[in-house]
């Protein structure tokens, strides 16, 4: 996979389960086939209306997919429940929306709730009345506003993906991914 793509990353969720309160199909998971591999080793009925390919990074499990969002973006508008994040998993997605701008990025700290920003447009913490109990999001946008994602810029989606890896500690095996050698995984459109 290589050039634009979404990312969701859950960190104190198993990464099948997660996956699969997504709508992910158990035994595709386990099989563990290759993103490169999904068109020669999958059956017609294994794929779903978007594929992916998903890791670990440490503590983390990631998602990341090359359609117009973030399929987890859609679950939160669409109130998924069993996509939500849960009490102790946090939760962080940063997704294109090139079908509707801007491109967006969404936190949960592990307490249930779920903040979202424009990016390049506002900042997390641009929500009165909302409490931040845990300080994780004040710690996030303080970081995401030292590196500048509240501007427009040209780098301005790769500064976002190089600050929310570095604040929460977020690897991504680049070589690997470009290659396609992660795990596929197909998820089904919410909206439907």
């Not at 987890?72 to 009490?87: F, H, K, N, Q, S």
Request: aromatic share 8%.
């Amino acid at each position: 996979m290589r050039g634009s793509i979404s990312l969701t990353a859950i960190r104190g969720a198993d990464p099948i389960e997660f996956l699969v309160r997504m709508g992910a199909d158990r035994d595709v998971l386990e099989r563990g086939v290759p993103y490169k591999d999904i068109a020669a080793q999958w059956s017609p009925q294994e794929y779903k209306d978007w594929q992916c390919m998903f890791g670990t990074s440490g503590e983390w499990t990631f998602l990341l997919e090359d359609f117009l969002c973030a399929t987890w973006y859609l679950d939160w508008i669409e109130e998924v429940g069993d996509a939500m994040p849960r009490r102790g998993e946090e939760l962080v997605c940063v997704t294109l929306n090139r079908h509707q701008a801007p491109a967006k990025l969404l936190y949960s700290p592990g307490d249930g709730e779920v903040w979202s920003m424009g990016i390049g447009e506002e900042s997390l913490l641009d929500y009165p009345g909302r409490d931040d109990p845990t300080g994780k999001v004040a710690a996030l946008d303080e970081a995401l506003g030292r590196a500048g994602v509240v501007w427009h810029g040209e780098d301005l989606l790769p500064r976002v993906f190089g600050t929310v890896g570095e604040h929460l500690g977020l690897r991504l095996p680049r070589p690997e991914i470009e290659a396609g050698l992660l795990p596929a995984a197909g998820l089904p459109d919410p909206t439907q």
